[in-house]
């Protein structure tokens, strides 16, 4: 479903600070899939993250998308591809600090036809099931880490993606919630096929999934499949 | 996507306040400086439309105020051909209307001029400033302190026939009052002559103006030549052309009038536009989120013109209010006519519709420009 051939991200090129972000960098990612991306700090797992999901363009390499190459693609037609096919869940909360979780959740639906009441209603549906559902009201500042990452996480289910790019869900969970975040995902990913491209510095999320990819300095130095995924 | 913005403006009450109030000052500024020019304009159309008859001054006095005319002189044009008659009058400045302070300055535009008149000026008042007694009666000789006053002052000081009233420290007495739509009568208080000369502090046979009417009105042009050519120290105009010198001054204050309020309005302008640019660049990260989760930079921009367009539709009707509310305030203190027009609404609502609009592109497109994995790192 998404592709990437010889992905490279530079930044500064050119200069002494040159960063090379990402290298060569190729990648085949079906439907369904459940993959983890582990690798230390700056290793590119975000870089990776946004140049998958058509965030950002790279600097060389294509990404495919429906085998269709994006590179080619208005700013117009990847807003839409993001808006009708994926779901991102950011490092950091990203949530609009004046406004409630459940509006939260709701923003990227807001610029479609789907009438307020069927937007509302899938909000408060996905706020309850990341275990959310007395908090629908309440801004961001007024819950916890881990409450705001759940939050995070219904916002980019809300568009019913068929691929969910998380960076770090779950650095501000508990193992306990983070696992429960997991399972929800894992769920997911069973019943309707969401494919699930998760970056993360926790290790034993590893045996959670069916895909393992390392990386180190801005390349894929693993990646291996699981046949004998951890249940819960 | 209304609501939304609607929302957003709601959570950032501080910000759109400040624009709002930039919107709601530039319309009112507008809408009050404008009526009152425009009551003006009107007062002066008016004030053409009913003067008839020639007027004599001083030949280069620096203001009407200095003119000084001997009664001689009006006795002598009378006897002019094509003339029909010839009067002195006296103008001057009520002062402390019913005990009221009058502002120096502003007073010789506001509800307070006298005229002193001799009792055959009646037919004189009428067809130059098409003042009739409507109730009462003209003044006549045996009137040492009556007064004929204008409807405005009658209706403003709640006055009658036979109702005292004081003015210049003179206890006065009402004789008659004024038709309405009497022009300029109708702020005016007609006194006799001899008491204007004393308060004036003029001789008996001394007058600021001459009245004087043509035997026929085709001919008015010739007798004001008549008059300029014997009497080198005599100034004589029609009517019309005094009202249009009026009609020139007060286009005059509307341009300059018209000019405030655009200076107003660009000054609004960059400060609305000023404070959604700033309310933008606070906004990098909640952009960059929006972008991310799938918003087009179309989207992005119909999101801030429709904040900018809310508050200018806000503001713009607020600021008609509160700009008319100001001129019927400056009316009610300066008695000037406004006149808020239907025209006028529009402009200003206009106004505040452009402002909004150019206020909030530049920063709807750069926003929309930003390039959304930056605008989420930005912290
Ligand atoms: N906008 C940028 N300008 C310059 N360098 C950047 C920029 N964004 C990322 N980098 C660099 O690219 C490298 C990869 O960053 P990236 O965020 O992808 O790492 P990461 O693996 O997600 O790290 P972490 O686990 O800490 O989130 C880092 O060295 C980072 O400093
Ligand atoms: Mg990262």
Same mark, same amino acid.
């Given at each position: 479903?998404?592709?990437?051939?010889?992905?490279?991200?530079?930044?500064?090129?050119?200069?002494?600070?040159?960063?090379?972000?990402?290298?060569?960098?190729?990648?085949?990612?079906?439907?369904?899939?459940?993959?983890?991306?582990?690798?230390?700090?700056?290793?590119?797992?975000?870089?990776?993250?946004?140049?998958?999901?058509?965030?950002?363009?790279?600097?060389?390499?294509?990404?495919?998308?429906?085998?269709?190459?994006?590179?080619?693609?208005?700013?117009?037609?990847?807003?839409?591809?993001?808006?009708?096919?994926?779901?991102?869940?950011?490092?950091?909360?990203?949530?609009?600090?004046?406004?409630?979780?459940?509006?939260?959740?709701?923003?990227?639906?807001?610029?479609?036809?789907?009438?307020?009441?069927?937007?509302?209603?899938?909000?408060?549906?996905?706020?309850?099931?990341?275990?959310?559902?007395?908090?629908?009201?309440?801004?961001?500042?007024?819950?916890?880490?881990?409450?705001?990452?759940?939050?995070?996480?219904?916002?980019?289910?809300?568009?019913?993606?068929?691929?969910?790019?998380?960076?770090?869900?779950?650095?501000?969970?508990?193992?306990?919630?983070?696992?429960?975040?997991?399972?929800?995902?894992?769920?997911?990913?069973?019943?309707?096929?969401?494919?699930?491209?998760?970056?993360?510095?926790?290790?034993?999320?590893?045996?959670?999934?069916?895909?393992?990819?390392?990386?180190?300095?801005?390349?894929?130095?693993?990646?291996?499949?699981?046949?004998?995924?951890?249940?819960? | 996507?209304?609501?939304?913005?609607?929302?957003?403006?709601?959570?950032?009450?501080?910000?759109?306040?400040?624009?709002?109030?930039?919107?709601?000052?530039?319309?009112?500024?507008?809408?009050?400086?404008?009526?009152?020019?425009?009551?003006?304009?009107?007062?002066?159309?008016?004030?053409?439309?009913?003067?008839?008859?020639?007027?004599?001054?001083?030949?280069?006095?620096?203001?009407?105020?200095?003119?000084?005319?001997?009664?001689?002189?009006?006795?002598?044009?009378?006897?002019?051909?094509?003339?029909?008659?010839?009067?002195?009058?006296?103008?001057?400045?009520?002062?402390?209307?019913?005990?009221?302070?009058?502002?120096?300055?502003?007073?010789?535009?506001?509800?307070?001029?006298?005229?002193?008149?001799?009792?055959?000026?009646?037919?004189?008042?009428?067809?130059?400033?098409?003042?009739?007694?409507?109730?009462?009666? #003209?003044?006549?000789?045996?009137?040492?302190? +009556?007064? &004929?006053? =204008?409807? /405005?002052? %009658?209706?403003?000081?709640?006055?009658? *026939?036979?109702?005292?009233?004081?003015?210049?420290?003179?206890?006065?007495?009402?004789?008659?009052?004024?038709?309405?739509?009497?022009?300029?009568?109708?702020?005016?208080?007609?006194?006799?002559?001899?008491?204007?000369?004393?308060?004036?502090?003029?001789?008996?046979?001394?007058?600021?103006?001459?009245?004087?009417?043509?035997?026929?009105?085709?001919?008015?042009?010739?007798?004001?030549?008549?008059?300029?050519?014997?009497?080198?120290?005599?100034?004589?105009?029609?009517?019309?052309?005094?009202?249009?010198?009026?009609?020139?001054?007060?286009?005059?204050?509307?341009?300059? #009038?018209?000019?405030?309020?655009?200076?107003? +309005?660009? &000054?609004? =302008?960059? /400060?609305? %536009?000023?404070?959604?640019?700033?309310? *933008?660049?606070?906004?990098?990260?909640?952009?960059?989120?929006?972008?991310?989760?799938?918003?087009?930079?179309?989207?992005?921009?119909?999101?801030?013109?429709?904040?900018?367009?809310?508050?200018?539709?806000?503001?713009?009707?607020?600021?008609?209010?509160?700009?008319?509310?100001?001129?019927?305030?400056?009316?009610?203190?300066?008695?000037?006519?406004?006149?808020?027009?239907?025209?006028?609404?529009?402009?200003?609502?206009?106004?505040?519709?452009?402002?909004?609009?150019?206020?909030?592109?530049?920063?709807?497109?750069?926003?929309?420009?930003?390039?959304?994995?930056?605008?989420?790192?930005?912290?």
């Amino acid at each position: 479903m998404i592709e990437c051939k010889k992905l490279c991200k530079t930044y500064f090129a050119g200069t002494p600070s040159q960063v090379d972000a990402l290298t060569d960098v190729s990648l085949k990612i079906k439907t369904g899939e459940f993959i983890v991306v582990t690798g230390p700090s700056g290793s590119g797992k975000s870089t990776l993250l946004h140049l998958l999901s058509a965030l950002d363009r790279p600097s060389s390499g294509k990404v495919l998308i429906n085998n269709k190459d994006t590179s080619h693609k208005t700013d117009k037609e990847l807003s839409l591809l993001r808006r009708n096919l994926l779901g991102f869940i950011f490092q950091g909360f990203n949530l609009i600090p004046i406004i409630s979780a459940i509006e939260n959740v709701a923003l990227p639906l807001i610029p479609t036809k789907t009438n307020r009441e069927e937007i509302r209603e899938r909000a408060v549906k996905l706020l309850e099931s990341v275990g959310l559902g007395h908090r629908l009201d309440h801004k961001p500042i007024e819950l916890s880490g881990g409450e705001r990452q759940r939050v995070a996480v219904a916002r980019s289910l809300i568009n019913n993606p068929r691929m969910v790019f998380a960076d770090e869900p779950t650095g501000e969970l508990d193992s306990k919630t983070g696992r429960s975040v997991i399972k929800l995902m894992r769920d997911l990913n069973k019943k309707q096929k969401t494919a699930f491209v998760m970056a993360t510095h926790d290790e034993s999320l590893i045996d959670y999934a069916k895909r393992h990819i390392k990386m180190k300095d801005g390349r894929i130095v693993e990646d291996n499949h699981n046949n004998d995924v951890k249940g819960f | 996507m209304i609501k939304f913005s609607v929302r957003n403006l709601l959570k950032r009450k501080t910000r759109s306040l400040l624009t709002l109030s930039g919107i709601v000052i530039g319309v009112a500024m507008i809408i009050a400086l404008v009526s009152v020019s425009e009551g003006l304009t009107m007062l002066a159309t008016e004030f053409v439309g009913n003067f008839q008859g020639i007027f004599v001054l001083q030949k280069d006095v620096p203001d009407d105020i200095f003119s000084r005319i001997n009664l001689e002189d009006a006795e002598a044009i009378e006897e002019m051909s094509g003339v029909k008659k010839a009067s002195g009058q006296i103008i001057g400045i009520v002062r402390g209307l019913e005990g009221a302070e009058t502002e120096i300055g502003l007073e010789s535009l506001t509800a307070g001029y006298f005229i002193g008149v001799g009792p055959e000026d009646e037919e004189l008042l009428a067809s130059t400033y098409n003042a009739e007694v409507d109730k009462g009666r #003209f003044l006549t000789d045996n009137d040492k302190y +009556g007064v &004929v006053i =204008g409807s /405005g002052i %009658a209706d403003s000081y709640n006055k009658n *026939v036979g109702d005292k009233i004081i003015f210049n420290d003179i206890k006065w007495r009402v004789v008659g009052v004024f038709n309405e739509g009497a022009g300029f009568m109708e702020q005016g208080i007609a006194i006799p002559l001899e008491r204007a000369q004393e308060i004036n502090g003029f001789e008996d046979d001394i007058v600021t103006m001459l009245s004087v009417m043509p035997e026929n009105p085709d001919e008015i042009d010739e007798v004001v030549k008549h008059i300029d050519l014997r009497y080198p120290h005599l100034d004589a105009y029609t009517a019309q052309e005094l009202g249009e010198t009026a009609g020139d001054f007060l286009g005059t204050i509307r341009t300059a #009038f018209w000019l405030i309020s655009i200076v107003a +309005g660009i &000054v609004g =302008g960059i /400060g609305v %536009a000023n404070t959604m640019i700033t309310s *933008v660049y606070e906004r990098t990260k909640e952009i960059g989120i929006l972008r991310a989760v799938g918003w087009t930079q179309r989207n992005i921009v119909v999101l801030i013109l429709t904040e900018g367009l809310v508050l200018s539709i806000i503001g713009g009707i607020i600021g008609i209010f509160l700009g008319s509310a100001v001129a019927n305030a400056i009316a009610g203190v300066t008695g000037f006519v406004v006149y808020v027009s239907f025209e006028l609404v529009t402009q200003a609502f206009t106004f505040a519709l452009t402002v909004g609009l150019i206020g909030g592109l530049y920063p709807a497109i750069k926003a929309a420009q930003m390039d959304p994995v930056t605008a989420l790192r930005y912290e």
